[in-house]
């Protein structure tokens, strides 16, 4: 594995080892981020182009964090690196009245990402034992089954061929409060901001201590989890771009061989007018 993914990799309980605003490997200016990112982004074109080819594999980027931690910025700036025909993205809001009428991976499930694609998730199933743990939506017991049952969703993907990278977005409080308040000063903003964000951040400890317990409960070998510290933008992107990158070429993706005569088609295309 890549030094990105030792350095980022959780273990041992302990989500804290890396600090929001830490520079654990890489880069430690913007500046420098950003031609490494230029060299990332060539690679990563690459990479994608033969796993699309290929379609033998699918990677699924899963993107977890407190409100304002950058969720969609790492999908424009790092998922953006590659080509969109070969990404599939998907938002997971309140579940609908039709989600909520079947079991919590449902929606999940349809949302996969199909063999040679990029899926990526801006949250995911790990809502329903975030959301659903600080809120009480579902007695403790019931949490309790549901990571279980994530840990055997995931065993599952990898088994057919789905490469799991689980990001959490590891934001400080004050840096939320900052970027709240940005929202708010900037007129361009306003629509990304929800008071309901606020009711959240007033419940941030319990968010914290949720967080805690699934990265705990849901790390394997299989589908690990990842902590990104996400207090400067740059260093955030750069580091998802980076574990997609290392994750792209411990598959190695191979161009499927040609199912016909590549000299005798020359020669037909050649003698065509």
Known sequence: MGRVRDALRFRDGKKNAVKPGDFPVGPTSKSNAAKQLQ???DRLDQLQEALYASASQSVLLVLQGMDTSGKGGTIRH???LVNPQGLHIKS???PTRTELKHDFLWRVRRALPTP???GVFDRSHYEDVLIAKVDSLVEPDEVEKRYDLINAFEQELA???VVLIKCF???SREEQR???IARLERPEKHWKYNPADLDARSKWDDYQDAYAD???RCDTDTAPWFVVPSDHKWYRNWAVSQLLLETLESMDPQYPEPSFDVEEELKRVKAAN
């Open 116 to 118: 040679g694609m990029i």
């Open 92 to 94: 997971f809001k309140k």
């Open 39 to 41: 060299a990332t982004a």
């Open 214 to 216: 699934a990265l705990t």
């Open 178 to 180: 900052k970027r709240l």
């Open 169 to 171: 977005l590891n934001i």
């Open 78 to 80: 790092a998922c953006g």
């Open 159 to 161: 088994d057919s061929g």
